[in-house]
């Protein structure tokens, strides 16, 4: 089967740290670019970072530029989102999405879509 299975997901107090992982099954990730997209309750989905597939390239919006960072492991077939500083805004529902190629921090040509994972940032 072909999936993308994100994890790392919790309740954290503002100013805390997660790390988030999303991993492939069925496919290789080295193929492809690797975004992390979120959505809060009552929002769109928006693109938070984007990694491109030698991995020296990556964007994000100025909403968490300086505090997320995505990165690749090709030989585990997984990527990360370290994310640092968290704020309440930051609450929302993860997800990862492999696709073609970075349009900036979206990733375009998204073919792959995981389920999510819920980060959640409360005192």
């Known amino acids: 089967q072909l999936q993308l299975v994100e994890s790392g997901g919790d309740l954290v107090q503002p100013g805390g740290s997660l790390r988030l992982s999303c991993a492939a099954s069925?496919?290789?990730?080295?193929?492809?670019?690797i975004g992390w997209f979120r959505q809060a309750p009552g929002k769109e989905r928006e693109g938070v970072s984007c990694i491109n597939i030698s991995g020296r390239s990556t964007n994000y919006p100025n909403s968490v530029k300086g505090r997320f960072t995505i990165s690749r492991d090709n030989a585990k077939n997984t990527v990360y989102l370290q994310m640092n500083s968290l704020e309440s805004e930051d609450t929302a529902i993860y997800y990862c999405?492999?696709?073609?190629?970075?349009?900036?921090?979206?990733?375009?040509?998204?073919?792959?879509w995981g389920q999510g994972t819920q980060v959640t940032v409360s005192s």
């Open positions: 069925g496919f290789t990730l080295a193929y492809y670019a």
């Open positions: 999405a492999a696709g073609g190629y970075c349009r900036g921090y979206v990733t375009a040509e998204v073919r792959y």
